[in-house]
């Protein structure tokens, strides 16, 4: 969680450096006058940390062939070898869901170290890729990577935390930002000498959701993180990659305007 400034920064503010603001209302349309109304502007920040309910794991696989009929008909091997492999170890079908799937001319960044030689050149003139999402349970999901991966799966590893319900640690984020912003303010009007009032209006950021969680600029809801594998098919072993859940953590920022009486 965000320490509380020191008071030597907080003093600042007063100066027009910081979250300080001094506001005073102008005429109304009648003419008179109405009375002064000044404010602290602070912001505040909260966070907490929860187990992940859910792992997303990226799983595919990217095959040269010298056309498109022989690129298309290894993709056929290879799709369908990934397939049966991930329902053979119990993953459900409505667990893994396609990503992409695409049969083109080799992009000339797929053609590198360069100069290559000719004949490996024509080995490489069609590239053909496809990739999977595999929705299971943080546990699950070392087993669900290496069983891909052993059936041809040569690029995949990133891997997504989720917590599925992110509402109640939000509102928990939230909660611990108001107090946050409060203390700040508190330790401003100590300071300049003025009584806190009552907590006028609360703001805060909003920004795109990311996939599974609660909006980035209000809090965030998942973690990402993962392993990059190239090359053919493994043969099956008995030992996979030593994957832990992270935890996922959310973070609110708002922003607090109190009177001051």
């Known amino acids: 969680m965000r320490k509380v400034p020191r008071l030597s920064v907080l003093l600042a503010a007063l100066a027009g450096l910081g979250p300080i603001a001094w506001a005073q209302c102008n005429q109304n349309s009648s003419g008179s006058t109405c009375p002064e109304r000044r404010t602290i502007s602070v912001a505040g920040t909260g966070q907490v940390t929860a187990d992940a309910d859910l792992a997303v794991v990226h799983v595919g696989y990217k095959l040269f062939a010298p056309d498109a009929k022989s690129a298309y008909d290894s993709a056929l091997d290879t799709s369908n070898a990934i397939m049966q492999a991930l329902t053979a170890a119990g993953i459900p079908k409505t667990a893994i869901e396609s990503s992409s799937q695409l049969l083109q001319h080799t992009q000339p960044y797929d053609l590198q170290p360069f100069p290559m030689k000719d004949e490996e050149r024509q080995r490489r003139q069609f590239t053909v890729t496809q990739s999977w999402t595999i929705r299971v349970t943080p546990d699950q999901a070392s087993s669900a990577l290496n069983t891909a991966v052993n059936s041809g799966a040569n690029e995949s590893g990133w891997i997504q935390w989720i917590v599925n319900n992110p509402s109640d640690l939000e509102a928990q984020a939230s909660a611990k930002a108001v107090a946050n912003a409060r203390v700040i303010a508190e330790q401003i ?73």
């Open 189 to 261: 009007a100590e300071k300049s000498n003025v009584h806190l009032g009552q907590l006028e209006s609360v703001s805060q950021n909003q920004g795109p959701a990311p996939y599974g969680a609660s909006g980035s600029g209000s809090g965030s809801g998942y973690a990402v993180g993962g392993v990059f594998v190239a090359g053919g098919p493994m043969q099956p072993g008995g030992q996979q990659l030593a994957i832990n859940s992270r935890r996922v953590e959310f973070t609110v920022t708002l922003y607090a305007v109190y009177a001051i009486e």
